[in-house]
């Protein structure tokens, strides 16, 4: 299977540079699928009506990026179907979560199903992954990186080397290697460590190079993918890519990046050191329905990755080019990344529903918590952001050597 056209022409024929990234976050990865649902809506909304309920988010941004289970929808998102569009639209998104997340994460509801719970942890991981792994491979198939719709970037981490593997599609063109099958990736972002098992495969060159993989979830290098995200597009740029003339290494003032959190509970200030100085090694794995080292390194990703572009886009004043959206008020189940009750998961989604009509905010970078920033509610930030990303295609459509729209159906 050959690489299908891409549904957007490269940046070089418009004015801005379009990134999507969605954090890691299991289960929360429902409340990002509302988020985008949305946003496709609108989207769909910019163009004619013969072909409007056609658009997908794949149509509009460079770059797609993903952690863990962001990492699966953007595999979702930009994976071709036998026409040659999307595999997914993204509204199928969160019913997708809603209906095998429970089967992905089965719950227990024993008297002694928490100690039998912890039992298992200590001897591997919390859940087998088969039902996960023959779902990707269901829905992904044989589709390898180079297939996807629009540039992908998508963060693992390998445990032989210990350092950080980047699937990116600016990579695979000089590494075939990097090549991997899209189901490889999802499985091995999403693989977090205690909850699901690592992840081992192989690629093979066209010289018959053969390259192992060890991989575990992305999360623990980058659970927030926006700068990786950024600095493939950077690379891209340093090398002369003609995709990018003629955009600057530092143009970062034409970088448009929608940011999308999964939630976490900062807000609920759930331990304090008091408490923790007495945890040992079972503690920081399991306390209080949650695995604080987890959370810690995780939400600590993100928030640094929020912390730093925060402040170079307020320093180019471009502030209103980095858009983060992330509730940091969850509590309970709710900040859970596997509790897949029915009852949880309808919760999410009234989250994700819920995050749109709050006002647009911003990182306090004393305090590491999000406020108010704008007049604006997330929903009507999204509107705004449909119509720029609508008005950056047709430029480039105009522009480029076509010179005109192309059919998306």
Known sequence: MESPKSPIQPPTYGNLVTILSID???????????????????????IHKLDGQEARLADYFDVMAGTSTGGLVTAMLTAPNKEGRPLFAAFEIKEFYLENCPKIFPQDHFPLSAAKNLVKSLSGPKYDGEYLHQLIHAKLGDTRLHQTLTNVVIPTFDIKHLQPTIFSSYEVKTNPLKNATLADIAISTSAAPTYLPAHFFTT???TGNIKEYNLIDGGVAANNPALVAIGEVTKEITRGSSDFFPLRPNDYGRFLVLSLGTGNRKAEEKFNAKEAAGWGMLSWLTHDNSTPLIDVFTHASSDMVDFHLSCVFRALHSGANYIRILDDTLTGDAASVDIATIENLDNLAKIGDELLKKPVSRVNLDSGCNENAYQM??????????GILSKEKKIRDMRSPQGKIPNLK
């Open 24 to 46: 890691g976050g299991g289960i929360r990865g429902i409340i990002p699928a509302v988020i985008l649902g949305f946003l496709e809506s609108e989207l769909q909304i910019y």
């Open 204 to 206: 093979q060159d066209s």
């Open 377 to 386: 509610t997330n929903e009507k930030a999204l509107i705004k952001l449909a």
